[in-house]
C-alpha cells in the first residue's frame, strides 16, 4: 500500500512539472517558448491586445462549447480570463494583528548558446529562479483600523501583492493577490520574457484566526437542506481562488494555519468500508453458505440476524448523545426517524423469516443461488473468457470450505430482510414503499437488489406453483450499455436458479427460470427472420456470423455466464457447433459449445423480442425506452400476465440509477409508469419497486412524480455524513485522487493536448511498480457531448502522439499512441461487448488501449478492474454526472488508486467556478449533488403521451390488445370505467396539484377516441391502433416524427425529440 502512495505521488509530481515546470529542474533551458511549453502558474504582462488572445483560436472555442443538448456556457472576457495577469485567493480572519505573505515564482531568459568555436548559433530560454519553494519571499502587512486596500512590491518589482480588506462581522473578509506589474508593448507580440512563471501564494496570519469562509445557505431552507447542512457541517470551505483554486491545511481537524492558491489542486476522496465495527460478534450471519444450508433452522437464523439490528439499535442511541448545532434539533430529530422506521422494518423482515416457512425456505434458496453465481463468476470460472479448447469442468462443491470467504456486505444482507415481509405479504403496508437503495458506486448495491429478485422469483414459485411462472422480476436501465452489461450479471444468477431447479423440479417447477434481454432492435434482433436488410432477424444474422471471418456479436451474450467458454469463435471455424447458437426462421436460443458444461444443451436466455413475447422470461431486463412500445405492440402485454395466461404478473420491479430518470426523459417515463403500474394492478396487487443509485436529491419528490408512492432510503445517513452504520469513510484506505487543470493562455484544444500527452507519457517514463504502470496506461477521456468526442478521437491519434514526441525524456522511453479505442452511442450494439473486453487487456499486450475517448455512456454500469486513469474534459451538467463518470476508475482496492484529472476551461464561468472552489466542491462531493426535476403531468407533457397511457393500459389490462380492437372501444363499458378512474387516481396521486387537469384530459381524450371511431365508420374505413400500410383503415396513432391529421403523434422511444427544422443565419449583407 506504501507503494501505491508513492507511485501516485510520482505520477502527480510529474503531471505538476509537464504542465507547470519546471520540467527539468531549477535550472532547466530549452529552445522552444516558455508560454508554450507551459499551461499554467503563469503570469502574463498587462495590456495584451485582443487580437493576440483570440490568435489560433480554434473552432471549439468559437462554437462556445454547446452541447448536444443545446446549453451553452457564456464567455468571459478572453483578455483578462485567457492570459491572466494576476491571480488571488479570498478568505475571512478574526483578531489577526498582521497577514504574512509568502510568494514563489520564476522568469525565462532568452540567451544565444556559444558553439565550439565561441559563435552564438542559437537561442535557448533559460530559467531563473526569483523566490523558490524552499525559501519565497515574504511580505507582511499589518491589520487596518478600517477596510483598505494596499499594495506592496515583489521579485524586485516584476511583480506586486495587493491586499484588500472588507469588514465582515467581528472579522476582515481578505484578498490576497498576485500580479505581474509588466507591461505589454503596444501591437507587439508577447515577449515571454515578460511572463512570470510557477508562481505561488500562500498566507498566513500572526495571532488571529482563519476562519471558514461566509456562505449565502441559510438554515430556513427546505427541510433535505436543512439534514445535509448538518451532516456536513464538518466540510467547511475557508477560500476561494481567483484565476487559481483556493487550499488549506486540511488534515488537521481545527482552523487552518494557511490558505495558499494551487494551479494543480489535488483532493483525495477517501473510500467507504462496509465493515462494520466490532463486526467480530456477529458470527457466520453474513456467510452464505451459512444462510444457504439446507439444514439451517429459522429460529437459529433469525437469532443471529438480530445481532445485526442490535448493533445497529446501538448505533442509533448513539447518535442521540452527539451535540449538534443550534437551528438543527429538528433536522436531527428527521433523521433519527428515518433510522427507527427501518429498524422496525428489519425486524419485522426477521419475524417474517422466523414465522413463515415458505419465506425462510425461499431465502435460503435465494443465498445459495447467490452464492452459486458468485462462485462462477470468479475468473477461474465464468470470470475468464476462454475459447472451447480451452473449457473446463464447472463442477464444484460449492459448500465447501473452499468458499467458506464468500460473505454479504452488511447492507447487502439487511436490505435482503428490510424487503422480506413486503415482498411475502400483499397486504403489507411496506408493498406500497419504493425502497431506494443508495451507496455509493462499487458499493455492491447490484448483488443486493439481485438477491432481492432472487428471492422474488423463488417465492412465488413456492407458493403459486405453475401460477408463479411467467415474467416474475423485470429490471429497467436507461442507457443501453448498463443494460448490457448488467445482463451479463443477471445471466449467472438466472444460470444458478436453472442449475437449482434441474435438481428439483417438484419444488420450483418444470418452467425454467430464464432472463430475457429487450432492448432496441440496433442492439438485439426483433425477429426470428425478416426481409430487410436493415433490421435483420436473428436467422440472418446467424448466417451472416457463420460466414465472417472474424465473428462479430449480434446477440450480446459473449461468453457463457457458467463456464465462461465463448458463445462465437474468435475466428471462423468449418463446424457449426462451434458456434453456441442455434437459429431458425422460428426460433432462436443459446447454448455453451462446450461438452463439459450444465449449459451445454441449452442456455436459459433470450435476446429475440419475438421469442420474449412467446416466452415471457422469469426476469426480463430491458431499457426504459423500450416500454414506449407497449402502445405500439400488443406482443408485449405477455410480460405483464395481460390476457390469456394462467400467471401473476409480475411481483417486482427494479429500476436502476433512478437519477438519470430525470429531465424530460423523467418526464415522459412517469406518464407511461402510471400505465403499467394500473395494468399490473388490474390482475393482483401492485408490484414491489425498489431503486438504485449512487447520487441522487430530492428522492421523495421525484419518486412520488415517477411511481405515485412514498419512498424510503437505504441505509438512511446519520449524523454525519461519514458514517450511516453500514457504511463510513475509511480514513486509512488510499481514496480516488481528484486533479484540477485549468489552461492559460491556451486554447481548450492546446490544454487537452497536452494534459492527454502528460498523462499518456507518465506511465512509459515513471520509475513506478508494474502494477501501477498498467493500471494508468490506459487513458479514458470523458466528454460532455459527441462532437467534443469527435475532435479528440482525431487529436489522439495526431496531435496527442505529437506532443508525447516533445515531453518524452529520450526516444527509448517515448510512448506511442495507436490503439485508440471510442464508447459512446456511436459504437454499434454488436461492438459494445468487444470493446468493453478490450478495456480488460492489460498492459503490455499489445492489444492493451491507450486511450478510450467516450461519452456519458461510461457514467453507469462499466466496472473494469484495472481502469485507474479519468481525464474529464469540461465539468459535466451535473455533479451526479461527475460523480458517477469519475468513480469508473480506481474501483480495485488491489491496484494504485484512481487518478481523476478535470481538465476546466478559462472561458467557460461554470467551469472557472469549478476549479476556483476545486478543494471545498471535492471535499463534499455528494453534498453538492442537484436536484432531479421530473413533471410527468405538467401539459406539455400530457400532450405528447397521455394517450399513449391510456392506450398501453386498454391493451394491456382493458381487453383491446389487437389492432382491430381500438374501434371496439367504449368509455361507458364498467370496465373501460373501472380501468380508467384507476389511472386518474393513479395519476392524481403523483401530482395532486394536477388532478382536475388530468381527469379533464382523459375525459377529454375519450371523448375524441370516440369522435374518431365514429368518424372512421362514417368514410367505411374502419381504424385500427395503427394502420402498417393500405387505404382501407383509418389509424387512431401515428408516428411522433410523421405527424398526420387526425391521429395522435406517438411515441416510440421515451427519448424522442422533436423532429428537426433548418436553420437559416442571415449576415449583415443577407436577406
Request: with cysteine.
Amino acid at each position: 500500500m506504501d507503494d501505491f502512495g508513492e507511485n501516485k505521488d510520482l505520477f502527480i509530481s510529474y503531471l505538476s512539472r509537464q504542465l507547470i515546470g519546471p520540467a527539468d529542474g531549477d535550472g532547466e533551458s530549452f529552445t522552444d517558448r516558455p508560454n508554450d511549453r507551459y499551461l499554467m502558474g503563469i503570469l502574463f504582462p498587462r495590456d495584451i491586445p485582443a487580437e493576440h488572445v483570440l490568435e489560433d483560436e480554434d473552432e471549439t472555442q468559437v462554437a462556445a462549447e454547446s452541447d448536444d443538448s443545446g446549453e451553452v456556457d457564456t464567455h468571459l472576457s478572453m483578455i483578462y480570463q485567457r492570459m491572466p495577469a494576476s491571480v488571488g485567493i479570498s478568505f475571512y480572519i478574526e483578531n489577526v494583528s498582521e497577514l504574512n505573505c509568502h510568494v514563489i515564482g520564476a522568469r525565462y531568459e532568452e540567451v544565444g548558446v556559444e558553439d565550439g568555436n565561441g559563435k552564438k548559433r542559437r537561442k535557448k530560454w533559460v530559467r531563473i529562479c526569483l523566490a523558490c519553494e524552499n525559501s519565497p519571499e515574504s511580505v507582511s502587512f499589518d491589520s487596518p483600523k478600517k477596510p483598505d486596500q494596499t499594495s506592496k512590491p515583489v521579485f524586485d518589482g516584476r511583480g506586486s501583492l495587493i491586499v484588500v480588506w472588507r469588514k465582515l462581522g467581528k472579522g476582515w473578509l481578505t484578498t490576497v493577490t498576485l500580479s505581474n506589474t509588466a507591461r505589454n508593448s503596444e501591437n507587439s507580440r508577447l515577449d515571454p520574457a515578460d511572463c512570470l512563471f510557477q508562481v505561488g501564494l500562500r498566507c498566513t496570519v500572526t495571532e488571529g484566526i482563519i476562519k471558514a469562509y461566509p456562505t449565502t445557505r441559510s438554515i430556513m431552507s427546505d427541510p433535505e437542506e436543512q439534514e445535509l447542512e448538518l451532516q456536513y457541517r464538518d466540510k467547511k470551505p475557508y477560500a476561494i481562488g481567483h484565476g487559481c483554486a483556493a487550499d488549506w491545511d486540511r488534515n488537521t481537524g481545527k482552523s487552518p494555519s494557511y490558505v495558499c492558491a494551487r494551479f494543480l489542486p489535488v483532493v483525495e476522496v477517501k473510500p467507504v468500508t462496509t465493515a462494520l465495527e466490532h463486526s467480530e460478534g456477529y458470527g457466520k450471519v453474513f456467510s452464505l453458505q451459512y444462510l444457504s444450508r439446507d439444514t439451517a433452522e429459522s429460529a437459529e437464523v433469525a437469532a443471529s440476524l438480530r445481532k445485526v439490528t442490535e448493533g445497529y439499535k446501538r448505533w442509533q442511541k448513539d447518535l442521540t448523545n452527539i451535540s449538534v448545532p443550534s437551528g438543527f434539533n429538528k433536522a436531527a430529530s428527521r433523521i433519527a426517524g428515518k433510522i427507527k422506521s427501518v429498524i422496525v422494518r428489519l425486524e419485522s423482515g426477521i419475524a417474517c423469516l422466523e414465522r413463515n416457512p415458505v419465506a425462510f425456505r425461499a431465502f435460503k434458496l435465494a443465498n445459495k443461488a447467490m452464492l452459486i453465481s458468485m462462485i462462477h463468476g470468479q475468473e477461474k470460472f465464468a470470470g475468464t473468457v476462454r475459447s472451447v479448447d480451452s473449457a473446463i469442468d464447472c463442477s464444484p462443491d460449492y459448500l465447501s470450505d473452499e468458499y467458506k470467504d464468500f460473505t454479504w456486505r452488511p447492507f447487502q444482507l439487511a436490505f435482503q430482510l428490510l424487503l422480506v415481509d413486503s415482498l411475502a405479504n400483499e397486504d403489507s403496508e411496506d408493498r406500497e414503499i419504493v425502497d431506494l437503495i443508495w451507496f455509493p458506486t462499487g458499493g455492491g448495491k447490484t448483488e443486493a437488489y439481485l438477491a432481492v429478485a432472487a428471492f422474488e422469483m423463488i417465492y412465488r414459485r413456492l407458493t403459486l406453483g405453475a401460477r408463479g411462472g411467467g415474467t416474475a422480476v423485470i429490471k429497467r436501465y436507461t442507457l443501453r450499455l448498463l443494460t448490457i452489461q448488467q445482463f451479463q450479471r443477471a445471466a449467472g444468477l438466472i444460470t444458478a436458479l436453472e442449475y437449482m431447479r434441474r435438481r428439483t423440479p417438484e419444488e420450483l417447477g418444470d418452467e425454467e427460470f430464464s432472463l430475457g434481454l429487450w432492448v432496441g432492435g440496433a442492439s438485439t434482433p426483433n425477429s426470428f427472420t425478416s426481409a430487410s436488410d436493415r433490421d435483420k432477424g436473428s436467422f440472418e444474422l446467424y448466417e451472416q456470423v457463420l460466414e465472417e471471418e472474424k465473428p462479430e456479436n449480434y446477440f450480446q451474450l459473449r461468453s457463457c455466464p457458467w463456464c465462461g467458454t465463448r458463445i462465437l469463435p474468435e475466428y471462423r471455424r468449418d463446424d457449426a457447433d462451434d458456434y453456441g447458437i442455434r437459429a431458425s426462421q422460428t426460433s432462436f436460443e443459446f447454448f455453451c459449445v462446450s461438452r463439459l458444461c450444465e449449459f451445454h444443451e441449452h442456455l436459459p436466455i433470450a435476446v429475440v423480442d419475438q421469442g420474449l413475447f412467446q416466452s415471457p422470461p422469469t426476469l426480463l431486463i430491458g431499457t426504459i425506452d423500450k416500454f414506449a412500445r407497449l402502445a405500439w405492440d400488443h406482443r408485449g402485454r405477455a410480460f405483464f400476465a395481460a390476457g390469456e395466461t394462467d400467471t401473476e404478473p409480475p411481483g417486482l420491479i427494479i429500476q436502476d440509477e433512478l437519477h438519470l430518470i430525470s429531465g424530460p426523459l423523467g418526464t415522459i417515463a412517469g406518464i407511461y409508469e402510471a400505465a403499467m403500474d394500473v395494468a399490473m394492478g388490474k390482475a393482483a396487487k401492485r408490484p414491489k419497486i425498489i431503486a438504485a443509485t449512487a447520487t441522487i436529491r430530492r428522492a421523495e419528490e421525484q419518486v412520488q412524480r415517477l411511481y405515485g408512492r412514498p419512498v424510503s432510503v437505504f441505509p438512511p445517513p446519520g449524523l454525519n455524513a461519514d458514517d450511516s452504520y453500514f457504511s463510513r469513510t475509511d480514513k486509512n484506505a488510499l481514496g480516488r485522487f481528484y486533479i484540477g487543470v485549468m489552461g492559460q493562455g491556451h486554447t481548450p484544444v492546446t490544454s487537452l493536448v497536452q494534459t492527454a500527452a502528460a498523462l499518456c507519457q507518465g506511465p512509459m517514463e515513471l520509475n513506478i511498480s508494474d502494477l501501477a504502470r498498467d493500471t494508468w496506461w490506459t487513458q479514458v477521456i470523458y466528454h460532455n457531448s459527441r462532437r467534443e468526442l469527435g475532435k479528440t478521437m482525431t487529436l489522439a491519434r495526431d496531435d496527442i502522439d505529437a506532443r508525447v514526441r516533445v515531453i518524452a525524456a529520450d526516444e527509448s522511453a517515448m510512448r506511442s499512441i495507436g490503439e485508440v479505442e471510442e464508447l459512446s452511442s456511436n459504437v454499434p450494439g454488436s461492438r459494445i461487448n468487444e470493446v468493453l473486453g478490450r478495456l480488460g487487456i492489460k498492459h503490455p499486450h499489445a492489444q492493451v488501449l491507450d486511450i478510450v475517448p467516450c461519452t456519458n455512456m461510461i457514467s453507469v454500469g462499466v466496472d473494469v478492474g484495472r481502469l485507474g486513469l479519468i481525464l474529464i474534459n469540461g465539468q459535466p451538467k451535473t455533479t451526479a454526472e461527475y460523480i458517477q463518470a469519475s468513480s469508473r476508475i480506481g474501483r480495485s482496492a488491489q491496484r494504485p488508486p484512481g487518478l481523476v484529472v478535470a481538465l476546466y476551461s478559462a472561458t467557460k464561468p461554470r467551469d472557472r467556478s469549478h476549479y476556483e472552489s476545486f478543494v471545498s466542491y471535492h471535499s463534499a462531493l455528494y453534498r453538492h449533488v442537484e436536484p432531479t426535476s421530473v413533471t410527468p403531468f405538467a401539459p406539455p407533457a400530457r400532450d405528447r403521451a397521455l394517450h399513449a397511457a391510456m392506450i398501453v393500459v386498454m391493451r394491456l389490462a382493458g381487453g383491446l390488445p389487437l389492432e382491430e380492437d381500438a374501434e371496439r372501444f367504449d368509455p361507458q363499458d364498467p370496465n373501460t370505467v373501472d380501468i380508467l378512474a384507476t389511472l386518474k387516481k393513479r395519476m392524481a396521486d403523483a401530482e395532486p396539484a394536477e388532478a382536475r387537469q388530468i381527469v379533464s384530459a382523459i375525459d377529454a381524450l375519450c371523448d375524441e377516441w370516440v369522435s374518431r371511431i365514429e368518424d372512421a365508420r362514417n368514410s367505411g374505413k374502419p381504424i385500427r391502433y395503427f394502420n402498417k400500410g393500405g387505404k382501407q383503415f383509418a389509424s387512431l396513432m401515428c408516428h411522433f416524427e410523421n405527424k398526420t391529421v387526425n391521429t395522435w403523434p406517438t411515441l416510440n422511444s421515451m427519448r424522442h425529440v422533436d423532429p428537426e427544422c433548418n436553420v437559416r443565419v442571415l449576415g449583415e449583407n443577407r436577406e
